[in-house]
């Protein structure tokens, strides 16, 4: 009988810490992704970009939060934001294709045909590089 009460009263407890720790806000790279993403999700992209400016001064080379903070300028017609973020994406990682690509997209964007074929080509080429699945 005790251990039954004793359940029945955590689990509120844990609830509460739950609800408590989704409302704090992040004070590590991991949560600050996370926030962002949650945030670009719901389209707020000028808070996800705001959240993955907070991650990428504690993590510096962490490629992924550049990344996305590049898809989140892009979808807020930032492309030279995005372009840059893109950028140290490959020069953190030379080889992600993903990043050429979407950088040729965002050169599009800004009429740079010539630096939007390059980068498309590098991706292409990286990716026939990678072996399939």
Not at 5 to 24: M, N, Q, Y
Not at 97 to 122: C, I, P, T
Request: proline content about 5%; overall charge negative.
């Amino acid at each position: 009988m005790k251990s039954s009460r004793a359940f029945c009263l955590s689990v509120p407890w844990a609830w509460l810490a739950f609800v408590s720790a989704c409302s704090t806000p992040p004070t590590t790279a991991a949560g600050y992704d996370v926030s962002a993403t949650a945030k670009f999700d719901k389209g707020d992209y000028d808070g996800a970009i705001a959240d993955y400016t907070k991650a990428i001064a504690l993590a510096p080379t962490d490629a992924m939060a550049y990344f996305c903070r590049a898809r989140a300028r892009e979808s807020n017609n930032d492309f030279d934001g995005a372009i840059a973020d893109y950028s140290k994406v490959i020069e953190l990682v030379p080889t992600n294709a993903d990043a050429y690509n979407d950088r040729g997209f965002a050169k599009e964007s800004k009429g740079d045909l010539d630096g939007a074929a390059a980068d498309l080509n590098q991706a292409a080429k990286l990716k026939s590089q990678q072996p399939s699945h």
